[in-house]
């Protein structure tokens, strides 16, 4: 009878946690999608100013294509592993054998003057000329900083100096920096977050002992005050990408994309920059948490010296982009390097949001 008893008290003990644990499961659920259907926070009117471009590998030629297609807006550049304007053609072949080396190595055509800058040239004045980019003159004032690791076997270096020669041609001389002395591979550099420099893989972060969010800030904007340390003091806040392209997801970008707001910018940022970060491929918040938004070395800065720092967001696109690349090379769209390309337009939207205080319609196209 005891053993019987036992048996029956076991039973019962085992139905009571098979009962709690469906009830917790249930409401993890519940909270999931409760979270999940939560309506995304719009981007805030603000009123900042002084707007710049920065980013990584396809960040870094989205950045340089908004930054040129876009030139009368912006001040200054920062471009980590990319090349020069419109690289690609449009061709995934050029973007993968001659402006990068993505295809793998034994396929890989990077070779010095490979790019072939002078048609790059001709082509952006062809653009301009039409009114499909900003006029060109307005490349002569902006400030560019260049970081090319010695060790990057993704865009090799030889792609890094055709986007100085290109810039050259815009530039005066003074204006562009242009560091290659580290033996880093394709990856954001730090002072002391992520792998070991010559180490490729994610979060694509590297510590190098190089603070290249600081150092590119700094010869955008001139002499910054130093950062208090590594850590951040401001908020940061996911916000709503698809009010600024409809349907982001079917266009390579995420539904949302992040905002870092430092202390002194919180009510409209009047008197606050404003800088975009562009992050590389494989590096979205899906793939690597918020690495790229907390860990690339931007927040500190932008704390001491009240810079508004914009993370959009791309996404992958199956079969057309699965490492969730900005559209450098017309996975998307065959406008994708001038002003009415659907990726460009909808961060240049953002901007608009947070430079004027006025809200955008941020119609559609």
């Known amino acids: 009878m005891k053993r019987v008893s036992s048996f029956r008290h076991l039973c019962a003990l085992a139905s009571l946690a098979a009962t709690l644990l469906s009830s917790l499961v249930l409401s993890l659920l519940a909270a999931s999608l409760a979270q999940a259907a939560a309506p995304a926070v719009p981007l805030p009117a603000m009123k900042t100013g002084q707007l710049s471009v920065s980013g990584l590998s ?20 920062g471009i980590i592993a990319a ?8 061709n995934l072949g050029m973007a993968t054998m001659r402006c990068s080396c993505t295809s793998g190595t034994p396929w890989c055509g990077v070779a010095p ?11 952006t004045g062809s653009y301009a000329a039409r009114g499909r ?45 242009y560091r290659k002395d580290v033996r880093a591979q394709h990856a954001m550099p730090t002072e002391s977050f992520g792998n070991r ?12 002992d190089v603070d290249g969010a600081g150092e590119l800030l700094q010869w955008i904007y001139g002499t910054l005050i130093p950062k208090a340390g590594h850590g951040a003091a401001g908020r940061l806040v996911e916000f709503d990408q698809a009010e600024f392209l409809a349907d982001p997801a079917a266009h390579g970008m995420a539904a949302t994309g992040w905002l870092y707001v430092p202390p002194g910018c919180e009510r409209d940022g009047a008197g606050c920059r404003l800088h975009v970060a562009f992050h590389g491929c494989k ?12 860990h690339a070395g931007y927040n500190p800065w932008a704390d001491a010296n009240r810079i508004v720092m914009l993370y959009p967001q791309a996404a992958p696109l199956r079969f057309r982009n699965p490492n969730a690349c900005w559209d450098w090379f017309n996975y998307d769209d065959p406008d994708f390097a001038v002003k009415s390309g659907r990726q460009m337009r909808a961060v240049k939207r953002m901007t608009e949001r947070l430079m004027t205080a006025e809200r955008h319609a941020g119609g559609h196209n």
Not at 83 to 90: A, N, V
Not at 201 to 208: N, R
Not at 283 to 294: N, P
């Open 83 to 90: 090349g020069p304007y419109s690289c690609s053609r449009g």
């Open 113 to 123: 003057g490979g790019t072939n800058v002078p048609e790059l040239i001709r082509l």
């Open 283 to 294: 590096q979205t918040s899906a793939l690597v948490k918020e690495a790229w938004v907390r």
């Open 197 to 208: 420099c010559d180490q490729l893989g994610a979060p694509y972060i590297s510590d190098c």
């Open 58 to 77: 396809s960040g870094g030629y989205m950045a340089v294509q908004f930054a040129v297609a876009y030139s009368a807006s912006v001040t200054g550049a």
């Open 133 to 177: 980019i900003d006029p060109t003159s307005n490349l002569a004032r902006h400030r560019v900083w260049l970081f090319s690791g010695l060790a990057d076997s993704v865009v090799p270096m030889a792609v890094m100096n055709d986007l100085q020669a290109y810039y050259r041609h815009y530039l005066p001389p003074e204006n562009i920096r």
